[in-house]
C-alpha cells in the first residue's frame, strides 16, 4: 500500500510540472510584439508631461495627481484635491495614442479625520489599434510614519492583443523622506517597489513570461536652490527574465527651472539603459510649461530608443493638472465652494526671503526673520519648527503679504540660538521651506599688534596687526581702520571673513613715536556687529643694528651707547630706551652677561627700559648675544610682544646684577640738596632713606627711595605708614629700577 501511494504521490508531481510548464502562454507570433510594446511601455511610463519632460525620473518626487503612479509615499504630500489629464500621440499621426487621467486629495479635503491622503490613476493608450493597447488603474494611500512618508497602491492592468487579453494584479510600496538644506535649499530622496504580484495571464489562464510585466524597484533623489533649478535623479531595477543582466538596470535624470515669476517652466531630461554600451542610445526629452492662476498646461517631446535596440517613435504629451482648494463649510451654511490653484509642485508661490540668518538683540539691524509670502490667503501663517521637528512658535500673514518671527517661542520665551526650518503654510500645505539662522551673539574678535619698527636701510617697516574671529556662522562685512590723532591713516573692508593679519608695510607714512590705533569691527550674517581695537608705537631703529630675529626684532646696542666705555647710557641710548619704552606692551630679552662691564650695562639698560614705562615683569634675559669677531661688545635687546622662544629660562622680574629689591620713592628732586633735605625730614620721622642719582632722557636727577624688600608686600606695607608724611601718592619702584 505505501509502495502504491508513494508512486502516486511521484506521478501527480510529474504532472502538476507538466502542467505548469504547458500553462505558460506559447510563444507565438505576437509574443515579439508584445514584448516590444511592454519594453516601450516600461520606457515611457508616467501620468504627466510635467514628470515625463524630466526624464520620468519622478520616484523621490512628490508629483500632485499622478504621484501614485510614482511613489504612493508621496500621497502623503499632496496639499488639496488635484486632478490631472494627459494626451499624447506619435509625431505624424493620431493612431496610437496615450492617454491618462489621474488624481490625489488628502482625506481632511473629503471630510474624512484621519492623516494620510489617497490618489487614483487611469492609463489608456492604443487608441484606434486593437491589436495592441492596454488599459491600466491604480488605487492607493500614503501617510506619514515619523520623518518618513509610507504608501501603498494596488495595481490592476490589462493588455489587449487582438483576440487575446492579458490581465495581472500587482501591488506598489513606497518610501520618501525630504529636508532642508542651507539657504533656502531643499532636497528628498525615494524608494518604491512596483508591480510585486503574479504575472500576467490570458483569459484561458495562461501565464506570460515576466518580460511583458515585470516588477520594478527604484530609488532617487531631488535637490532645489532657492531661485532654481530642480534637479532629479532616479536609479531603477527592472526584473524582466528576457534581458541580460547588464541590461536590467535603468537610469533617469532630469532638470526644470521656473522663470518669469514662477509662470513659465523649462525642463529636460534623459532615460536610459545604465551599462555602457547602452547609455548613450536612451530617450530624451524636453518640456516647458505655461502656469496661470486655476491651473497649469504641460508640454513634452520624446524622442530616442528604448536602450535595447529598438527606436521609439518620437510622441508629443499635453497635460492640464488643476488644484481644487476649497473646503467645506459648517453645515447649514453656504454649500462648498472654491477657488482653482495650481499646485505647490508646478507653480509654488513667488516666495522672497529677506534674509537667512537674523538677530533679535533689539539694535535694529535684522532683529526679525521676514519674507514676502506671495499670496494673500487670510489663513496662511509661518511655522518654526526645532531641528527634532517640534514646532517652536507660529505667525500669521499679515495684509501686506509678510510673514516674520521675532526669535521668540509660543510662550514668549527666547528660543536658543541655531537653525531653525520654516514652513509657509497655505490651505493646509507647505508652499516653501527652507532654513533661518537665530543668532543673538556678536562675533567674538581679537586684535593685537606685534613690534613695529623702522628698520635700517631701505627694508620696510616691520611687524603686523593680527586679526582673530570667533564666529560659527557667515561673516558679512568688515572694515579695519588705522589713525593717529584722529585722522585715517589707512582703511580697508571687504567682505567675508578678514585676513588674517595686517602687515605694516601697506600702512603709508609711519612715524617713529607715534601712537596708533586699530579699530576693527565686523558684521555677522545675522546683522550682529562687534568690534574691536588696539594701538602700537613704531619703534625708530634706521640709526641701529637692528633686523627680524628669534623674538620679532633684535637690536644691538655697541658700547658706543655708553659714556666713556663705562656702563652708564649715553644719549643714544637713553634715545634708545626712550623709543622702546613707548609700547608698555613689549617683553624685552636682554642677553646675558659674557663678563662684568656687560653685566653693568645689562643692569643699566634694564633699569633704563622700567624708567621709561615697562613693567619690571616685562624684562628678561635671553640667551648670550654671538657678537662678530672685532666688533666690541655691547648689550642686545630682543623685542616681541611674547614670551621668544629662544629664551633659556623664564623670564625674571629684574636682570642678573641689579642689587636692589622693591622700594617706595617718596621725591625727586632736580637738585641733590632738595633731595638731600627731604630725606632729612624722613629721617627724623624714623624712616632710612635712600638718595640716588637717576639720568634719564628728560634730564639728571634726584630719587629719595625708602626700603629694599624681595617681595612686593612689605613694600605695600611701607607705601601705607609713610602716606601721611608726603604730599603725593608715593610710588613703589620694581627691583630692575634704579
Not at 505576437?30 to 524630466?54: F, K, N, T, W
Not at 526644470?256 to 555602457?276: C, F, H, K, M, P
Not at 645689562?602 to 622700567?610: I, P, W
Amino acid at each position: 500500500m505505501r509502495s502504491r501511494a508513494l508512486g502516486a504521490a511521484l506521478a501527480a508531481l510529474v504532472l502538476y510540472a507538466i502542467a505548469s510548464q504547458a500553462a505558460e502562454i506559447p510563444k507565438r507570433t505576437y509574443v515579439p510584439r508584445l514584448y516590444r510594446s511592454a519594453v516601450e511601455r516600461e520606457a515611457l511610463v508616467g501620468h504627466g508631461a510635467r514628470l515625463l519632460g524630466m526624464g520620468s525620473a519622478g520616484v523621490a518626487l512628490a508629483a500632485s495627481a499622478d504621484a501614485v503612479a510614482w511613489n504612493p509615499a508621496a500621497l502623503d504630500r499632496s496639499g488639496a484635491p488635484t486632478v490631472q489629464v494627459l494626451d499624447s500621440a506619435a509625431t505624424g499621426t493620431s493612431r496610437s495614442r496615450l492617454s491618462a487621467m489621474s488624481g490625489a486629495a488628502p482625506l481632511t479635503s473629503l471630510g474624512v479625520d484621519g492623516p494620510g491622503g489617497i490618489g487614483a490613476a487611469a492609463w489608456f493608450d492604443g487608441w484606434g489599434k486593437d491589436t495592441d493597447k492596454q488599459r491600466s488603474f491604480l488605487a492607493g494611500y500614503g501617510a506619514s510614519v515619523g520623518p518618513l512618508s509610507a504608501g501603498v497602491a494596488l495595481r490592476h492592468e490589462r493588455h489587449y492583443f487582438g483576440a487575446d487579453v492579458l490581465s495581472a494584479w500587482s501591488a506598489d510600496l513606497g518610501l520618501m523622506a525630504g529636508g532642508v538644506a542651507g539657504g533656502g535649499a531643499s532636497w528628498g530622496a525615494g524608494l518604491s517597489a512596483s508591480r510585486l504580484g503574479e504575472a500576467l495571464r490570458d483569459q484561458r489562464g495562461l501565464r506570460a513570461p515576466r518580460g511583458f510585466s515585470p516588477a520594478r524597484v527604484g530609488a532617487g533623489g531631488w535637490y532645489a536652490l532657492a531661485t532654481g533649478p530642480l534637479l532629479v535623479t532616479e536609479l531603477s531595477y527592472v526584473g524582466d527574465a528576457f534581458r541580460a543582466g547588464r541590461d536590467r538596470v535603468r537610469w533617469r535624470i532630469g532638470a526644470e527651472q521656473l522663470l518669469l515669476g514662477d509662470r513659465v517652466g523649462l525642463r529636460a531630461g534623459y532615460t536610459s539603459i545604465a551599462n555602457y554600451d547602452r547609455i548613450s542610445h536612451g530617450l530624451t526629452s524636453v518640456g516647458a510649461s505655461v502656469n496661470v492662476d486655476g491651473g497649469s498646461l504641460d508640454y513634452a517631446f520624446v524622442t530616442g530608443s528604448d536602450g535595447l535596440g529598438e527606436e521609439v517613435a518620437s510622441r508629443h504629451y499635453l497635460s492640464f493638472r488643476a488644484e481644487w482648494a476649497g473646503r467645506p463649510t459648517v453645515p447649514d451654511q453656504a454649500p462648498w465652494g472654491g477657488e482653482l490653484h495650481l499646485p505647490g509642485s508646478a507653480t509654488p508661490a513667488a516666495v522672497s526671503v529677506r534674509s537667512d540668518a537674523f538677530s533679535p538683540n533689539g539694535d535694529g539691524v535684522r532683529d526679525v526673520f521676514a519674507l514676502d509670502a506671495g499670496l494673500s490667503d487670510p489663513d496662511a501663517r509661518l511655522v518654526i519648527l526645532s531641528s527634532d521637528g517640534a514646532t517652536v512658535a507660529t505667525t500669521p500673514v499679515s495684509e501686506r503679504m509678510v510673514a516674520s518671527w521675532d526669535g521668540l517661542a509660543s510662550d514668549g520665551s527666547a528660543a536658543p540660538d541655531g537653525p531653525y526650518r520654516w514652513d509657509l503654510v497655505s490651505r493646509d500645505r507647505v508652499i516653501r521651506s527652507g532654513v533661518v539662522l537665530r543668532d543673538a551673539t556678536p562675533p567674538s574678535l581679537s586684535l593685537s599688534a606685534t613690534v613695529v619698527a623702522v628698520l635700517p636701510g631701505d627694508a620696510n617697516p616691520y611687524g603686523a596687526v593680527r586679526i582673530g574671529v570667533d564666529e560659527d556662522g557667515a561673516i558679512e562685512a568688515w572694515s579695519l581702520v588705522v589713525s593717529t590723532g584722529g585722522d585715517a591713516l589707512h582703511e580697508s573692508t571687504g567682505a567675508g571673513r578678514p585676513p588674517a593679519e595686517l602687515t605694516v608695510a601697506d600702512i603709508d607714512g609711519l612715524s617713529p613715536g607715534r601712537a596708533y590705533d586699530v579699530t576693527l569691527r565686523v558684521t555677522d550674517e545675522a546683522g550682529n556687529e562687534s568690534a574691536a581695537s588696539t594701538g602700537f608705537a613704531p619703534i625708530g631703529l634706521s640709526r641701529h643694528d637692528a633686523g627680524p630675529g628669534d623674538g620679532d626684532v633684535w637690536v644691538d646696542m655697541p658700547s658706543t651707547y655708553f659714556d666713556a666705555g663705562g656702563s652708564d647710557l649715553s644719549r643714544d641710548g637713553r634715545a634708545l630706551a626712550e623709543a622702546i619704552g613707548l609700547d608698555g606692551a613689549l617683553y624685552v630679552a636682554v642677553a646675558e652677561a659674557s663678563d662684568a662691564l656687560a653685566a653693568e650695562r645689562s643692569e643699566r639698560m634694564a633699569e633704563a627700559l622700567v624708567e621709561a614705562g615697562m613693567p619690571a615683569g616685562g624684562v628678561g634675559v635671553g640667551p648670550p648675544a654671538d657678537w662678530a669677531p672685532g666688533t666690541a661688545p655691547g648689550v642686545r635687546l630682543v623685542l616681541s610682544r611674547r614670551r621668544p622662544p629662544a629664551a633659556d629660562r623664564p623670564p625674571q622680574p629684574g636682570m642678573p646684577g641689579v642689587n636692589q629689591g622693591y622700594r617706595v620713592l617718596v621725591g625727586s628732586f632736580r637738585q641733590r640738596a632738595n633731595a638731600e633735605e627731604a630725606a632729612s625730614t624722613f629721617t627724623a620721622a624714623g624712616f632710612s632713606p635712600s638718595v640716588r642719582e637717576v639720568v634719564l632722557a628728560s634730564g639728571r636727577w634726584y630719587r629719595v627711595t625708602l626700603g629694599s624688600f624681595d617681595g612686593r608686600g612689605e613694600a605695600e606695607e611701607l607705601r601705607a605708614g609713610v602716606r601721611d608724611h608726603v604730599a603725593d601718592e608715593p610710588v613703589i619702584l620694581p627691583p630692575a629700577g634704579p
